[in-house]
């Protein structure tokens, strides 16, 4: 284990070029001619694995739809809640009060439809919180992409007088 830890360190020493363990030079270092390691893409840049996405075939799921003031977010998800795809009235380029508008939901809601399309999903329950305006316009584009929803659930948040509300605005 201890060994693996010095190898390590070691490889990681050479990518920054700094010196070695004992003044020993690596027998792949650069020459008389100045170029390169093998493999060295950059500057003190570590080699960096790169992971395989895995496109899964998911015929049903459940669509959480989070409608607030300010924006509304779109989640997708497999019966299990393993997140397949996602999108937000600000990831389709909406800023400000306009991301809590109709028709950014709207978009937000085709965009993750469209994703979650490409895993083969089918059916769908769906579960919308919050009060925002982009709850409806959202199920309306859901319904529209070709995805049947199965159930449509409002489970947003109601206080049982919990906390104290905020004072009133004055405007």
């Known amino acids: 284990m201890a060994e693996e830890i010095k190898e390590t360190k070691e490889v990681k020493d050479e990518a920054k070029g700094k010196a070695h363990p004992k003044g020993a030079k690596p027998a792949d270092a650069a020459g008389a001619e100045g170029q390169k390691?093998?493999?060295?893409?950059?500057?003190?840049?570590?080699?960096?694995?790169?992971?395989?996405?895995?496109?899964?075939?998911?015929?049903?799921?459940?669509?959480?739809?989070?409608?607030?003031?300010?924006?509304?977010?779109?989640?997708?998800?497999?019966?299990?809640?393993?997140?397949?795809?996602?999108?937000?009235?600000?990831?389709?380029?909406?800023?400000?009060?306009?991301?809590?508008?109709?028709?950014?939901?709207?978009?937000?809601?085709?965009?993750?439809?469209?994703?979650?399309?490409?895993?083969?999903?089918?059916?769908?329950?769906?579960?919308v919180r919050g009060p925002g305006a982009g709850r409806e316009s959202a199920l309306r584009a859901i319904a529209h992409s070709g995805i049947k929803a199965s159930v449509i659930r409002d489970l947003t948040p109601i206080p049982h007088n919990g906390c104290r509300p905020p004072k009133r605005r004055r405007i």
């Open 37 to 127: 390691p093998k493999g060295a893409e950059g500057e003190g840049a570590p080699a960096v694995k790169i992971k395989k996405k895995i496109k899964r075939n998911v015929s049903t799921g459940v669509i959480n739809i989070q409608a607030t003031f300010n924006n509304t977010i779109i989640t997708i998800s497999d019966a299990q809640g393993n997140v397949l795809c996602w999108s937000t009235a600000g990831a389709k380029g909406f800023k400000g009060s306009k991301k809590g508008t109709p028709f950014a939901a709207q978009l937000a809601a085709e965009t993750a439809c469209r994703k979650a399309v490409e895993y083969g999903m089918k059916t769908v329950s769906v579960y």
